[in-house]
């Protein structure tokens, strides 16, 4: 049975960093196309960043440049380095594996002063 479980969140001054974690079980990490996505209630979850198999990285505009994801095979857990962070980065973080698709339970994170 697969399962991801993000942890890392919580509340964060504006220019503040966190690192988001997803632990994968149940499946190779390195073997599928996985991303994080957000959600701020009303609206739709947004892709932020996503990895493919190969290793290639995309973000979305509104992060690029201050946020970082990153894979550990080994550990089998995906990382989202979130640096310089804004109040409009305020939302429930959640990790996902592609084809077939699974996601995590999500982590909220908060930016605010």
């Known amino acids: 049975q697969v399962q991801l479980v993000e942890s890392g969140g919580g509340l964060v001054q504006p220019g503040g960093s966190l690192r988001l974690s997803c632990i994968m079980s149940g499946s190779n990490i390195e073997g599928f196309a996985m991303g994080w996505y957000r959600q701020v209630p009303g609206n739709q979850r947004e892709l932020v960043a996503r990895i493919t198999v190969d290793g290639s990285k995309t973000y979305s505009d509104s992060v690029k440049g201050r946020f970082t994801l990153s894979r550990d095979n080994g550990k089998n857990v995906m990382y989202l380095q979130m640096d310089s962070l804004k109040p409009e980065d305020t939302a429930v973080y959640y990790c996902?594996?592609?084809?077939?698709?699974?996601w995590g339970q999500g982590t909220q994170v908060t930016v605010s002063s």
């Open positions: 996902k594996r592609e084809f077939p698709d699974y």
